[in-house]
Nanobody
Framework: QVQLVESGGASVQSGGSLRLSCAAS????????SSWYRQAPGKEREFVSG???????SHADSVKGRFTISRDKAKKMVYLQMNSVKPEDTAMYYC???????????????????WGQGTQVTVSA
């Protein structure tokens, strides 16, 4: 079972930068996809950025050119580099991972999903 813990959230001024970290524990050899989501007060949780098993990345239009997702497989870490932040980036940020169980035949079976507890980012004007 994979568990996630986010860190790095803080209060920052508009135009500043921040790096969020997501630390995974457990067997991450069969992680399929990792992503960042965010949820602002009174709004639904929304996709921010994702990275595939092969390293392909995608970003929401609202953060393209400003945010970058990356990972360090050896350290079991996923990062979200946030540059040129805006007040509308204020939200609780969550890390999410989907994975399969590792068995004798490799990665197989049900695709599980797990979420971290979130880390707060507040951007002031």
């Amino acid at each position: 079972q994979v568990q996630l813990v986010e860190s790095g959230g803080a209060s920052v001024q508009s135009g500043g930068s921040l790096r969020l970290s997501c630390a995974a524990s457990g067997d991450t050899s069969c992680v399929h996809y990792s992503s960042w989501y965010r949820q602002a007060p009174g709004k639904e949780r929304e996709f921010v950025s994702g990275i595939t098993r092969d390293g392909g990345t995608s970003h929401a239009d609202s953060v393209k050119g400003r945010f970058t997702i990356s990972r360090d497989k050896a350290k079991k870490m996923v990062y979200l580099q946030m540059n040129s932040v805006k007040p509308e980036d204020t939200a609780m940020y969550y890390c999410k991972t989907s994975y399969r169980m590792s068995g004798a035949s490799g990665c197989q079976g049900t695709l599980f999903e797990t979420w971290g507890q979130g880390t707060q980012v507040t951007v002031s004007a």
